[in-house]
């Protein structure tokens, strides 16, 4: 398993805790249509624009500001950490 | 392609609502046309208008259930038809196949009933099969529904590997040993067991026949479909997703509510079958509560399925 992958499998399992399993999905389908690009070349350098994505529409899927903001932050602080390729 | 999606998931939704319309106008025609029960106008000194407004009247309530019903069962399948190619995709599919069956038990067991019970208000000898036919079909199509639910709540449990466990699945057991037993000594209360042969009872069929196709196979199906709904609750309590296992709740619910519901209208229906004339009693109105009851269920069904759909859909 390369580094590239390591990224979006470590987004997926944060997102796993919010989304089940739906996660994988949801991940790769924001990868795809936001950042134009296959979830596997998902790298450390484009985890903000990510981030700012998911908040955007994961607004759309539920009101719990607390839920939102605690995942964001998970987000954000995977994106902070020095584990992974393409450290920011 | 997205526009392409939404007139596919819109299609669903259309074409599950012109079956039920097509259904709900041959009930309403059949009501209107076919002759009309003597008891019921002799009883409540009814003129032949006043008797179809009233069967029209109580027809209402139970149309709007189809409508919920369908309308249900279409937002699942618009779910299940997105999600069909995932590692749950064909578990959820069955599901919608047995919610299907379900909501389409409601208008075709119905206008069936309706025939049935019309052809025994004209010919009076008819009256003692017509009873019999309508018993069995209100156990067939719910039987293959709950059939199915419970061979998707099982793939599901499966799929998660979640493990049931036989102690947490004693209050289930028991709740259903209490409900067969009760249903055993009601059904038989009326039939008479000096004899087996003889079909001098609700049911007119000799009590070996009432207890090998009418109890076993009810007490069956409700096993079956009590079991899934336990199983589907388990699964969602225990499945991880904060924002995802609260759509699923609500799925769950729903279903819950209307496996319920069926379990409780046939259990009323089977242990005093209908013998067409109808009577204004707490009876009446329990099973239109009970529809009811199950209408709701298929409504809060849909918002979580629709709920569900969404975060496939952003």
């Known amino acids: 398993m390369n580094d590239q992958t390591s990224v979006y499998d470590q987004v997926v399992r944060i997102t796993h805790v919010y989304l089940g399993p739906a996660a994988d999905r949801f991940i790769a389908r924001q990868v795809e249509n936001h950042l134009h690009k296959p979830p596997q070349d998902l790298t450390k350098n484009d985890l903000k624009s990510l981030i700012d994505w998911i908040g955007a529409v994961v607004s759309l899927l539920t009101d719990d500001a607390v839920i939102i903001k605690e995942y964001l932050k998970e987000l954000s602080k995977f994106a902070e950490s020095d584990n992974g390729a393409g450290k920011l | ?314």
């Not at chain 2, 208008?107 to 009076?124: E, S, Y």
Request: with cysteine.
């Open chain 2, 1 to 314: 392609m997205e526009t392409l999606t939404n007139k596919k998931t819109i299609r669903f939704t259309v074409t599950a609502l012109k079956w039920c319309f097509t259904l709900a106008a041959v009930y309403i025609l059949l009501t209107l046309l076919l002759p009309s029960n003597y008891l019921t106008i002799k009883n409540y000194r009814f003129s032949e208008f006043e008797y179809r407004i009233v069967l029209l009247l109580i027809a209402i309530p139970v149309i709007c259930v189809w409508f919920v019903a369908f309308w249900g069962y279409s937002k699942l399948q618009i779910y299940s038809q997105k999600v069909a190619d995932t590692k749950e995709g064909s578990e959820l599919v069955t599901l919608t196949k047995g919610i299907m069956w379900l909501a389409w038990s409601l208008p075709v067991n119905a206008i069936i009933n309706r025939i049935l019970t019309g052809i025994a208000d004209k010919n009076n000898s008819f009256h003692s099969a017509s009873v019999i036919l309508i018993n069995y079909l209100d156990l067939i199509m719910p039987f293959i529904a709950f059939v199915l639910i419970a061979i998707a709540a099982k793939g599901l449990i499966s799929i998660a590997k979640l493990d049931i466990g036989l102690t947490n699945s004693r209050f289930v057991m028991l709740i259903f040993i209490i409900i067969g037993v009760l249903y055993c000594y009601l059904t038989l209360k009326s039939a008479n067991l000096s004899s087996m042969s003889t079909t001098n009872n609700h049911y007119y069929l000799p009590a070996w026949l009432i207890i090998l196709t009418i109890i076993i196979p009810y007490l069956y199906a409700w096993f079956l479909g009590l079991l899934a709904s336990y199983e589907l609750i388990i699964y969602t309590r225990k499945i991880e997703g904060i924002i995802y296992k609260r759509a699923l709740t609500l799925l769950s619910v729903g279903l819950f509510s209307i496996i319920f519901s069926f379990i409780l209208s046939q259990y009323i229906n089977s242990i005093w079958p209908i013998n067409g004339s109808i009577i204004f009693n707490y009876r009446l109105f329990l099973g239109i509560l009970i529809r009811i009851m199950g209408g709701i269920g298929f409504i809060v069904l849909a918002v979580g399925a629709n709920r569900l759909k969404r975060i496939e859909d952003v």
